[in-house]
């Protein structure tokens, strides 16, 4: 980022800082195609919010945007004596990946490491990582830390995943077919439904957290997962993705990871951000548009039951379904009701 970038930062974030967390919705909505500046105003207002709110001095989050961090591992270098750095494959708000080779496994695998003003709690991260095994999440491995005089640097190493995410696809070809959304939406259900059967919550299911990778579809990064029903901390996600009741500081299930997923499929198949003020008019297959309506459900409890049903509305495709699929319209407030008669369609 340029020094203008980092400066707009340090504004937007001294303004929300003011703000209840509703407020800050808001304003964050405001800029929310700036993905970049949003992730960094998010990493730094839960940091302020680790530090118990309003401080009458600077936090060292905010100090840290007069000199923006920079690739702190540089290819051919060791940590901890196993690994060589490969390249960097990726910068974001809260850290840096890189692949790396692993001497001692024989195998090219994937680096995590925070930025220095980040507390990465990467041990919750691989303790919830690790109880979900599938072909579509990424494979987390263990804990490391590599020592450079008197400092330590905590590292996370996980499971190569090479390839693009679906943010960088839709970038480059906009919407996708529906019948190649539909590949990539089966897989990254089932690997949903396997986060949800382990009783952990995603809370960042993005585009960006999602890899296509040849014909695999791989959900990637647990640093913002949560045991299902557990308390309600700092506002944590990608603001556009976030579930109602995540913005309104509740008590999160995996019903909120069934919203974002709605707002996915949405994305895939149309191209546009989901707006869920608005009555979405989209030329979709009539399933598509159910599917859609019954995980973007504003009332939890009109919401999907699990992500298995999503999957089963998408690949519906009995007769009935097809007599309707000259309506245009797909209205969150009627979703769930919708969806359970297309379930019967199905069934008969």
């Given at each position: ?66 000199s923006p961090p920079k690739a702190r591992l540089m290819p051919g270098e060791h940590l901890a004596n196993r690994f060589t750095i490969r390249r960097q ?260």
């Amino acid at each position: 980022m340029t020094p203008d970038h980092w400066e707009r930062i340090l504004e937007i974030f001294e303004r929300c800082q003011a703000l209840p967390l509703a407020d800050r919705a808001l304003v964050l909505s405001e800029i929310a195609e700036e993905t970049d500046i949003v992730t960094e105003v998010e990493r730094l207002l839960r940091k302020d919010s680790e530090a118990q709110g309003f401080l009458d001095e600077t936090p060292d989050a905010v100090k840290e945007l007069r000199s923006p961090p920079k690739a702190r591992l540089m290819p051919g270098e060791h940590l901890a004596n196993r690994f060589t750095i490969r390249r960097q494959l990726g910068k974001g708000g809260m850290g840096e990946v890189y692949s790396a080779y692993d001497e001692r496994a024989y195998e090219e695998i994937a680096i995590k490491i925070s930025h220095s003003a980040v507390a990465a709690d990467y041990g919750l991260e691989l303790l919830l990582g690790r109880q979900v095994t599938h072909p579509a999440v990424c494979r987390l491995y263990d804990l490391g830390q590599h020592k450079v005089g008197s400092e330590s640097l905590d590292f996370l190493t996980m499971e190569l995943v090479e390839g693009e995410t679906l943010a960088e696809r839709l970038r480059r070809t906009g919407p996708l077919p529906i019948d190649e959304a539909t590949r990539i939406a089966e897989q990254l259900i089932h690997g949903l439904s396997a986060i949800h059967r382990a009783g952990i919550v995603h809370r960042d299911l993005t585009p960006f957290n999602i890899i296509l990778s040849g014909n695999r579809v791989v959900i990637v990064d647990f640093g913002r997962a949560a045991r299902e029903s557990e308390k309600p901390g700092p506002l944590m996600g990608t603001l556009d993705y976030l579930a109602p009741e995540q913005l309104r500081g509740e008590l999160v299930s995996a019903s909120a990871d069934l919203f974002t997923l709605g707002v996915v499929l949405h994305e895939m198949a149309t191209g546009k951000p989901y707006d869920r003020h608005r009555r979405q008019e989209f030329s979709l297959p009539h399933n598509w548009r159910l599917a859609i309506s019954v995980a973007c459900e504003i009332d939890v409890s009109q919401r999907a039951d699990s992500a298995a049903q999503v999957l089963q509305i998408l690949t519906c495709q009995g007769r009935k379904t097809r007599r309707k699929s000259d309506s245009r319209f797909y209205a969150p407030s009627r979703g769930h009701r919708q969806a359970n008669r297309l379930t019967q369609f199905r069934l008969q």
